[in-house]
Nanobody, 124 residues
């Protein structure tokens, strides 16, 4: 297991930007893919982005392609989500998750460690 601590959420106007960070503790960070998910009120948790263990492969959900960028710094055991051109429909609690696999996956069942979540609110 690994402990994940997110930060960087907040309130922003539509069109603005935020950068989320997720620090990992307790497991060899560089061996596993990392992902971001989000959950809006009354909706199921959904995939946002994933990055492979090496950082060489990334995959995004269609609603965020071209606006969000996932990166990782294995020396700092941290994964980031840069969110630009934010829209009100991006409002949700954002969760960082560690996969049990090194390669990219969008299947939520492949992620076995989760952070506590950070709220992102985009006003219109």
């Amino acid at each position: 297991q690994v402990q994940l601590v997110e930060s960087g959420g907040g309130l922003v106007q539509a069109g603005g930007s935020l950068r989320l960070s997720c620090a990992a503790f307790g497991r060899t960070f560089s061996r596993y893919a990392m992902g971001w998910f989000r959950q809006a009120p009354g909706k199921e948790r959904e995939f946002v982005a994933v990055i492979s263990a090496s950082g060489g492969n990334k995959y995004y959900a269609d609603p965020v392609k071209g606006r969000f960028t996932i990166t990782r710094d294995n020396a700092k055991n941290t994964v980031y989500l840069q969110m630009n051109s934010l829209k009100p429909e991006d409002t949700a609690v954002y969760y960082c998750a560690a996969s049990s696999r090194a390669v990219v996956t969008t299947n939520i069942v492949d992620f076995n460690s989760w952070g506590q979540g950070t709220q992102v609110t985009v006003s219109s």
